[in-house]
C-alpha cells in the first residue's frame, strides 16, 4: 500500500504562484506514474499533471501546459507541482495519486490539498 500525502496548498491572487508537495510512502518500489489531479466546486474531478517514475516523463493539461510544471525528487520519494500565473479558475482541490506497475489506474490517493486563487 502506498500513502501519500499533499501540501503547499493556499490562498493566492491571480498571477501569483504555489509549489505543491506529494510525500509518498509505504510500496515506494511499485511506483509507476504519479498524477496530480484537481477537483472544483461542482464539477468532476480532472487530470492536471502526470511523471513516469523511472523516466521522469511528463503529461499535462492542455488547461495547464506552459503554466505549471511537475517533477519528482525519487530520493525524497516526492512529487512536486509548481504552478506559475496561476488563473482563479485553477481553484480547486488538488488530489495526487499513484498508479502502480502493473495496474490499469489510480490505486491510491492523498487527501487532497486547498488551493484558492483570487481575482
Known amino acids: 500500500q502506498v500513502q501519500l500525502v499533499e501540501s503547499g496548498g493556499g490562498l493566492v491572487q491571480a498571477g501569483g504562484s504555489l509549489r505543491l508537495s506529494c510525500a509518498a510512502s509505504g510500496r515506494t518500489f511499485s511506483y509507476y506514474l504519479m498524477g496530480w489531479f484537481r477537483q472544483a466546486p461542482g464539477k468532476e474531478r480532472e487530470f492536471v499533471a502526470s511523471?513516469?517514475?523511472?523516466?521522469?516523463?511528463?503529461t499535462y493539461a492542455n488547461s495547464v501546459k506552459g503554466r505549471f510544471t511537475m517533477s519528482r525528487d525519487n530520493v525524497k520519494n516526492t512529487a512536486y507541482l509548481q504552478m506559475n500565473s496561476l488563473k482563479p479558475e485553477d481553484t480547486a482541490v488538488y488530489y495526487c495519486a499513484v498508479r502502480a506497475l502493473g495496474a490499469s489506474d489510480f490505486g491510491s490517493w492523498g487527501q487532497g490539498t486547498q488551493v484558492t486563487v483570487s481575482s
Open positions: 511523471i513516469y517514475w523511472n523516466s521522469g516523463i511528463t
